[in-house]
């Protein structure tokens, strides 16, 4: 099981940019396709992106298409999501997980989460 932190999370205004982080211990990083998704308040958690294990193969929510960045580097065990853009709407905190595939991810259900980050977009 991959032990997953993440971070990079802030305040930003309407328009900006930010990168998040997403730090996974453990030597089967690779192994995994990766994803990230965010929940924010009084909303049910949802998909943003999903990247395979090599990294080849990507999808994303229709909400964040265009803007948003899904990468990841298995050499540093870390996933990263790239944000520009930001609308106040992505305010929201942001998770990672992982899983088998990217397009399994989509929709999958976890029984635990990390402590996220939080992404603020001011209007």
């Known amino acids: 099981q991959v032990q997953l932190v993440e971070s990079g999370g802030g305040l930003v205004q309407t328009g900006g940019s930010l990168r998040l982080s997403c730090a996974a211990s453990g030597r089967t990083f690779s192994s995994y396709a990766m994803a990230w998704f965010r929940q924010a308040p009084g909303k049910e958690r949802e998909f943003v992106a999903s990247?395979?294990?090599?990294?080849?193969?990507?999808y994303y929510a229709d909400s964040v298409k265009g803007r948003f960045t899904i990468s990841r580097d298995n050499a540093k065990n870390t996933v990263y999501l790239q944000m520009n853009g930001l609308k106040p709407e992505d305010t929201a905190v942001y998770y990672c997980?992982?899983?088998?595939?990217?397009?399994?991810?989509?929709?999958?259900?976890?029984?635990?989460w990390g402590q996220g980050t939080q992404v603020t977009v001011s209007s």
């Open positions: 997980n992982s899983g088998s595939t990217a397009r399994a991810l989509r929709s999958a259900t976890f029984a635990s």
């Open positions: 990247i395979s294990r090599d990294g080849s193969i990507t």
